[in-house]
């Protein structure tokens, strides 16, 4: 089965929309097709950009795209419940073990807060998943309500992740309007993604490297 299969598939699209309602309800940023096809198409640019082999590409687009559905159980601990959900939905769709695995792994070992880069796709999906911050994610038309998470999306006017020619370097590239969000603030709320985004770099055997506004910062 393929990527755009998967992204057809009606039981999934289902359970990642009803997943960006609840986060929606909890005043989160955009979660929904948007943010998981932007994740997935990522995850490939990395692996296939480092020399991964096609199906191994095509696998990591797949978790990219599943990578939030745990957000339907609850925020909290969403990676694992998330994981879980993948692993019955790739088993009642015949995925082999090994790849049922690749993925699953990936997907429980991408957030920050219990997520370790154990493998080359958990690390492009860290990478990819952290490295879409964009204005268009903020659901909040009132910028005088905005909280700390919507200042910083909001501020961030380009994004770009590049690997330099020589395969030895991943850059995030970041333009910020200071107005809406300082770069203080995208340290306070982002310092300890940055950090895991620095370990799956190395995990691929790349330097991770941070710009904004043309600065380098990490």
Known sequence: MTYEEIKRNPSINAYIKTADESLNALGYTEHSYAHVTAVAEKTGYILKTLGYDERTVELGKIAGYLHD?????????????GAMMAFRILDHLHFPAEETAMIVS??????EGTGTPVSPLAAALIIADKSDVRRNRVRNDDIAAFDIHDRVNYSVTKAELKIDPERTVIELKLQID???????????????????????????GLCFQLMINDTQLI
């Open 178 to 204: 200071t107005q809406y969000g300082s770069i203080m603030e995208y340290f306070e709320i982002f310092m300890e993604r940055m950090i895991l985004c620095r370990k799956a770099a190395e995990k691929l």
């Open 106 to 111: 990936a997907i429980g070992n991408h957030d």
């Open 69 to 81: 559905i745990g957000n339907l159980i609850n925020r909290i601990d969403h990676s694992q419940s």
